[in-house]
């Protein structure tokens, strides 16, 4: 059997799969300039990232979690999608049958041209609004606001020569924002405005879940993607057990991939790659979705 790394075999792969999965995370957008703001580092401020992201952070202190929400939407408008997020675009261009699941809230698939349908974002996004009040079913998709209102601009500050901005620094202090100077929903007059995007301990979209559901119950899965995340969250990780079961090779993409480690997770016929996902996928999708062309886009059929 081939190495786990080796492109020629798994060129050979690729060319015999029609139904394809893939399951992207952080490390996808990590070349685009945006951090992960989870494990290692993962901090804001002082705060935990993890700990901000929840509905109880915000009930406390919704003008600090929108800080970081609008701290994060004005680096996602800033960055550009890279030859990743092309690359899987492309493939979905080409092949009907390839289904892409993104935890990234970035909207950078979107803006490399991935088809709406063929991309489901598990954790929501940063430029959907919806309500805080969980009877109210208000939401406003694709709102690009930068600042997204005037309390919010401290996070939209564009420093010069890369100076850090004095938001990040913990011993800087900031003006507390108090829920007047947020937003409040305009259909129920009295919730918040919050980001549309999946907290801890919040359920996924139930529409979503099935519709994603349906397509792995359709038919086999011939080869599914781990692309830039440990999958090391629900319901992620149940998606390679399910497309296994169903018939899939794995062939997992991020920095760690090969490290010793990691390497359990690779079963015989996987592959694995411990590079740049932008780096590495328009090599392994170049049978299918060609070379980029000089402005280093993929044509589209
Ligand atoms: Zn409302």
Not at 125 to 146: R, V
Not at 203 to 232: C, E, K, N, Y
Not at 240 to 268: C, H, Q, S, T, Y
Request: hydrophobic share 40%; charged share 25%.
């Amino acid at each position: 059997m081939a190495p786990h790394n080796d492109v020629e075999a798994f060129h050979e792969v690729l060319r015999s799969s029609r139904r394809i999965l893939a399951l992207c995370g952080a490390g996808l957008s990590a070349s685009s300039g945006l951090p992960t703001f989870r494990g290692a580092g993962g901090f804001w401020r002082n705060y935990d990232a993890t700990q901000l992201a929840t509905v109880r952070a915000f009930k406390m202190d919704p003008g600090m979690v929108w800080l970081f929400y609008a701290y994060r939407r004005h680096l996602a408008l800033k960055a550009e999608p890279n030859k990743g997020h092309k690359a899987l675009a492309a493939l979905a261009r080409r092949n009907p049958d390839f289904l892409c699941l993104t935890q990234n809230v970035d909207n950078l698939s979107q803006r490399a041209q991935h088809p709406p349908s063929q991309l489901k974002c598990l954790h929501g996004s940063l430029f959907d609004i919806k309500c805080s009040n969980e009877s109210c079913d208000w939401m406003q998709k694709g709102n690009f606001d930068d600042p997204f209102c005037a309390a919010l601009a401290p996070a939209s500050v564009d420093m010069p020569n890369g100076e850090p901005l004095p938001l990040l620094d913990p011993y800087h202090r900031v003006k507390h924002i108090t829920e007047d100077e947020l937003p409040k929903c305009p259909q129920c007059s009295s919730g918040l405005q919050r980001p549309g995007v999946v907290w801890f301990g919040e359920d996924l979209d139930a529409h979503m879940m099935m519709d994603i559901s349906a397509w792995l119950r359709a038919q086999p899965v011939d080869l599914m993607f781990v692309i830039g995340t440990s999958a090391g969250v629900y319901p992620a990780a149940g998606y390679i057990d399910k497309a296994r079961k169903l018939g899939a090779r794995i062939v997992i993409i991020n920095l760690e991939a090969e490290d010793e480690a990691e390497m359990f997770k690779v079963k015989p016929g996987d592959f694995a790659f411990g590079k740049d996902a932008a780096e590495i996928l328009p090599v392994l999708l170049e049978p299918i979705i060609g070379k980029p062309n000089e402005e280093g886009e993929f044509e589209k059929p």
